[in-house]
């Protein structure tokens, strides 16, 4: 069955300690993104990939860190750094980084307790 | 910098009526794509609808179509029949295709549609 899994589907996170949001997607893209939504707001761009050991940030990528190290694989880091962490966390992929559409994940809800 | 504007954060409309949700956006491009997703009480983002702007005619997709004025800059979703089903926030989104950084969405705040039964 292809498709976009995130994992877990709630964190939660002690003040001061890095946590790991997991993407997998196995529908052969080579595109994938990472979103953070906040209550009343739209989606808003953290990082995004290309391709394979390629990474770019997005409009809001302080306390955040990726690695792409594999074409299914995009894992998003959010470090000490980040001030407000508790958001909803969607992972996205498309088939290429040109005008294809996205498609994405159901998502991953972090609470810093 | 595109923006996308979605004026109305609430509407609901009565199942099996019609229910038009609004959005702008700003940009001073001519060759870009629309969309609308939707995101039900499960959070999953989901496409209802895409519009290349290079076309002309209205894109439409089962019970959900658009009217594209790109004039105007608005890109109405309307939904016909509405069904329970269709409860949720939607969204409207704007993508410029970027040769070399890749292609980005824009996405505006929302509106949360309930369809009453």
């Known amino acids: 069955d292809g498709g976009i899994t995130q994992s877990p589907k709630y964190l939660f996170r002690k003040e001061g300690q890095n946590v790991t949001l997991s993407c997998e997607q196995n529908?052969?893209?080579?595109?994938m993104y990472w979103y953070r939504q906040d209550p009343g707001q739209g989606l808003r761009l953290i990082y995004y990939?290309?391709?394979?050991?390629?990474?770019q940030k997005g409009d809001i990528a302080e306390g955040y860190s990726v690695s792409r190290e594999k074409k299914e694989s995009f894992p998003l880091t959010v470090t000490s750094a980040q001030k407000n962490p508790t958001a909803f966390y969607l992972c996205a992929s498309s088939i290429d980084a040109g005008i294809s559409t996205q498609y994405f994940g159901p998502g991953t809800r972090l609470t810093v307790l | 910098a595109q923006t996308v504007t979605q004026s109305q954060p609430e509407m609901s409309v009565q199942e099996a009526e019609t229910v038009t949700l609004s959005c702008t956006y700003d940009t001073s491009e001519n060759n870009y794509y629309l969309f609308w997703y939707k995101q039900p009480p499960s959070r999953q983002m989901i496409l209802v609808i895409r519009?290349?702007?290079?076309?002309?005619q209205n894109a439409t997709e089962n019970r959900f179509s658009v009217n594209f004025q790109k004039a105007a800059k608005s890109f109405s979703l309307k939904i016909s029949d509405s069904q329970l089903g269709d409860t949720a926030m939607y969204f409207c989104?704007?993508?410029?295709?970027?040769?070399?950084?890749?292609?980005?969405?824009?996405f505006g705040e929302g509106t949360q549609l309930t369809v009453n039964p």
């Open positions: 529908l052969n893209h080579d595109a």
């Open positions: 989104a704007f993508m410029k295709p970027r040769e070399t950084s890749g292609s980005r969405l824009t």
């Open positions: 519009q290349e702007a290079y076309k002309q």
């Open positions: 990939s290309q391709i394979v050991n390629d990474f």
